[in-house]
């Protein structure tokens, strides 16, 4: 929720004039809602090593500094759309707090399975060749969700291999719900070392 | 009667809705965002179904989302509530392909009524009193030769807008040179269509409205009018009913006529025809709003009459089952619009999480809110918690217990407008039922703000 950027961009900007600090936390906030899980869906699905995009007066830059960072974005995805700071999982069968700030979200996240979920409410037909033990990538297509005859991707989060189906094909399912989880293999990098949130999501007020 | 509705709304009214069909024996699917995920909608109901993302262009405002939910989940109609896509024409025709049923006017119908000038006309053909206007603009030279027929100050429109947004005030040819190409790329931006209207502008006038019933047989009702002058930049803040500006007689003659010419105009459904009432008390009608309104609880407090079923009836195909003489208003109704907005700073508003809540009660009150302890109010939407509505046999009764009802009423965690409704009431303009639409934005709301704030 918009907390999280808020108390994030705290430092950052001068609280000198309250009005003007209070548009800017505004607009960091916007930034961060709007901006930021479209971002972190495109970073995962190119090769790029960095997206910066410039909006007004504000710049948002999203860097890959290192393999490691891969996991955490899946960590991320796996719990709808990669919405960092958003803080609730995807599916109604797995609520978790929903007040948990970034640093939280971050470490229930870790502890959590990773899963692919659902873009969008629908019928779900997995990939007729998935099955168990199966190794994925990044981004790989394991099925669609057939919304109204348009069928929208399930891509998978993160490189691992395929784990327990949590639906059925042809079942109805909701948008974020969790479809197949995705247990990550010796060669992922293990997610231990930094927390979600600092997937280098810095949003730096930018003169330029 | 169908078997299962999806509710494809959020908030209060998607709790409204719940209500409703629980009374009328129908199942209930609430479709909610990821940011809804937590709501009291979503909470209360037996069955709720994720539609997307926070983002309501991706879910509440998204077809084929809502569509799909309402078919996986085996609903046969969807009720979209107010806002989002309830008076979508194009929504409505695709929920009829898909086999549902759209709760609303039927899509012939909302297209129609989809153009504010095009209704003018035709309900203006039918016996509503209009206001001098124009048609759609083509250019600024036809803008300046139409506001200079109907006399200035005029008032620049877009035709797809609603709610206020887009609107623009000019007093001078000046200003309208000034003013044209932005209203025009405005409106662009807002609804995607940038056809503009310009009427006159009449100063101190109230808005009043009158609700309308017509079922799919044409047999119609109206259930009286509501006074919504107590506004702030085109924005509803307190709604009442019967309107303290209309004499028995206005009131009757201008509620006939209404519901003839919506009859005669083919209207179906639930419907407002809103009217601008000048200090001389003539009416002229503005537009239709072809859905069930945030204010529609004061009728109901006055009627006894369920509008949110009766519209779900309606829709199904069931004969309206009134006659006008089985609508009797009794009394007098009030409506707060409680708003996460802070009116001492520029009613900015707000989100968080509410601490504590406790809704008022006693004779004659009703509190319509999803609001509860630990609720957080997302950032995304708009900025209703909920409708404070009371009833008295009489007005002065219906203002005593709002004040004591606003005082009972307990938000905390979030900013409110309450002492902003605790200063209205207090005001004696309010009391004497003189408000009209530009009295808040004309002498500002600060004298109100001071008040409030002690």
């Known amino acids: 929720m918009p907390d999280d950027p808020r108390a994030a961009t705290r430092d950052i900007s001068p609280d000198d004039d309250p009005a003007r600090s209070r548009r800017d936390h505004q607009a960091i906030s916007q930034l961060a809602d709007d901006l930021l899980p479209a971002l972190i869906a495109k970073l995962a699905s190119s090769g790029l090593g960095e997206i910066e995009v410039r909006e007004g007066g504000w710049r948002a830059r999203l860097r890959k500094p290192a393999a490691a960072d891969v996991a955490r974005r899946g960590v991320a995805r796996g719990t709808g759309e990669g919405h960092p700071a958003s803080g609730h999982s995807a599916g109604r069968a797995q609520p978790t707090s929903r007040s948990a700030r970034a640093g939280e979200a971050a470490a229930e996240q870790e502890a959590s399975p990773i899963s692919a979920t659902s873009p969008a409410v629908g019928i779900y037909h997995p990939r007729r060749d998935l099955s168990e033990g199966m190794r994925v990538r990044t981004g790989e297509k394991i099925g669609t969700v057939d919304v109204l005859g348009v069928n929208q991707d399930v891509l998978v989060p993160v490189d691992g291999v395929i784990g327990t189906s949590l639906a059925e094909a042809g079942e109805a399912v909701e948008y974020g719900q969790d479809l197949v989880r995705i247990e990550l293999t010796e060669r992922s990098p293990a997610p231990a070392t930094e927390p979600v949130g600092e997937l280098e999501a810095a949003v730096a007020r930018g003169n330029a | 009667m169908f078997s299962k509705i999806l509710i ?7 709790l409204r809705i719940l209500r409703a069909c629980r009374t009328l024996g129908v199942g209930a699917v609430v479709a909610y965002s990821e940011a809804d995920r937590e709501s009291l909608a979503a909470q209360l109901a037996d069955e709720a179904i994720c539609i997307g993302p926070a983002d309501a262009r991706r879910s509440y405002l998204s077809a084929p989302s809502v569509i799909s939910a309402a078919i996986v989940t085996g609903c046969d109609a969807i009720h979209p509530g107010y806002g989002f896509l309830s008076e979508d024409e194009a929504f409505a025709d695709v929920v009829r392909a898909h086999g549902l049923t759209f709760i609303g006017p039927p899509a012939e119908v909302l297209e129609r009524f989809a153009s504010k000038e095009a209704t003018r006309r035709l309900l203006g053909s039918h016996g509503l009193a209009t206001i001098p206007g124009s048609g759609m603009l083509r250019d600024e030279a036809h803008a300046l030769e139409e506001a200079e027929r109907v006399g200035y100050p005029v008032i620049i429109k877009p035709s797809a807008g609603g709610g206020g947004k887009g609107m623009r005030l000019v007093r001078t040819a000046r200003e309208l040179e000034d003013t044209f190409k932005v209203a025009r790329s405005e409106a662009k931006a807002a609804f995607g269509d940038d056809a503009l209207y310009l009427e006159k502008f009449i100063d101190d006038n109230r808005h009043v409205e009158v609700q309308v019933a017509v ?6 009702v109206h259930m009286g009018e509501r006074d919504c002058s107590v506004q702030r930049r085109h924005q509803k803040i307190i709604e009442e009913t019967p309107s303290p500006a209309l004499s028995d007689a206005a009131r009757e003659d201008l509620c006939q006529r209404a519901v003839r010419a919506v009859v005669a105009a083919g209207y179906e459904n639930l419907g407002t025809l809103e009217f601008l009432v000048d200090s001389k008390g003539d009416a002229y009608f503005i537009e239709i709003n072809c859905r069930i309104q945030v204010e529609h609880p004061i009728t109901e407090l006055c009627t006894g009459i369920d509008m949110v079923a009766l519209q779900i009836k309606i829709a199904a195909g069931e004969p309206l089952g009134l006659s006008q003489s089985d ?37 004659g009150v009703r509190m319509d809110s999803h609001l509860y302890p630990g609720y957080e109010v997302p950032s995304y939407y708009d900025s209703l918690l909920g409708k404070l509505c009371v009833w008295g046999p009489d007005r002065a009764t219906a203002i005593a217990r709002g004040e004591t009802a606003l005082r ?17 009431l207090a005001n004696k303009v309010f009391v004497d039922g003189r408000v009209t639409t530009n009295l808040l934005d004309r002498v500002g709301t600060a004298p109100f703000v001071a008040a409030a704030s002690r």
């Open chain 2, 327 to 363: 609508v009797v208003s009794r009394g007098h109704a009030i409506e707060f619009r409680i708003l996460a907005e802070d009116p001492t700073k520029d009613f900015r508003p707000g989100s968080g999480q509410v601490s504590a809540y406790l809704a008022p009660g006693g004779v």
């Open chain 2, 8 to 14: 494809a709304n959020r908030g209060e009214i998607a």
């Open chain 2, 408 to 424: 009972e009423l307990l938000v905390d965690g979030v900013t409110t407008n309450i002492e902003l409704h605790r200063a209205i």
């Open chain 2, 215 to 220: 079922d799919r047989f044409g047999h119609a």
